[in-house]
């Protein structure tokens, strides 16, 4: 049996058990703009890290800080506007201190 044969067979038996029902974006047609025009010696990398929603540190920094933002431009002066403004300039401390770092890995 080719190795082919054996990978299709694994699938059906896995969709026979219903393996593949619940699967994020089912019914949806696939988006593979991003993928190819993703360089092509970063492409499988970059599959893994997304299928196992993995997300950089800088990123999620980068999320946090918007939530804060958007908090403090709704939140009354106060404590709790002046802890948001400590938390807004802690976040982005954090994400300079993981841009240099990546940078200085290069």
Excluded: C, H, W
């Excluded at 619940?22 to 190819?36: E, H, I, V």
């Excluded at 970063?42 to 946090?64: C, H, T």
């Amino acid at each position: 049996m080719s190795i082919e044969s054996a990978i299709e067979q694994i699938i059906r038996e896995g969709m026979a058990r219903g393996e593949f029902d619940n699967l994020k974006g089912k019914g949806k047609p696939l988006n593979l703009d991003d993928y190819f025009n993703t360089p092509e010696d970063v492409r499988m990398g970059f599959s893994i890290l997304k299928s196992n929603d993995f997300v950089p540190e800088e990123i999620e920094r980068l999320k946090e800080i918007a939530e804060v933002r958007e908090k403090l431009r709704t939140a009354p002066d106060g404590d709790d506007k002046r802890v948001l403004e400590k938390t807004l300039r802690d976040k982005t401390l954090e994400l300079s201190l993981i841009l240099e770092k990546n940078k200085r890995k290069r």
